[in-house]
């Protein structure tokens, strides 16, 4: 179990956004719409359907701030999921948005 003052510490660093996003996969050319509920420099916390299938490194794109993030799939529970930010990305130039 986690130290309680470590997740305090960990908390206070998230930011609560609102933020709408795909999940884009560059192999197959596939995206996953999704929703960022928390971020930081480091990952987010994203909300994607639980049928999903999220592949364990993407580029999520956040639009509302034009830019691809190189992410990796940390943890998945349901409809949450955790990534891990390790660079950006120009947005794919076969994407729509």
């Known amino acids: 179990m986690s130290d309680p003052d ?5 908390q206070l660093h998230r930011q609560r956004v609102l933020k709408g996003a795909t999940i884009l996969n560059g192999v197959s050319q596939s995206e996953i719409s999704c929703t960022i509920r928390n971020m ?16 364990t490194s993407f580029l999520l794109y956040v639009p509302v701030d034009g830019i691809a993030y190189q992410s990796e799939l940390r943890w998945r529970t349901g409809n949450r ?17």
């Open 81 to 97: 999921a955790g990534v891990r930010f390790t660079g950006t990305a120009p947005k794919p130039h076969w994407h729509y948005g």
């Open 40 to 55: 930081h420099e480091h990952g987010a916390e994203l909300r994607v359907s639980p049928e999903a299938l999220v592949p």
């Open 6 to 10: 470590d997740q305090q510490a960990r």
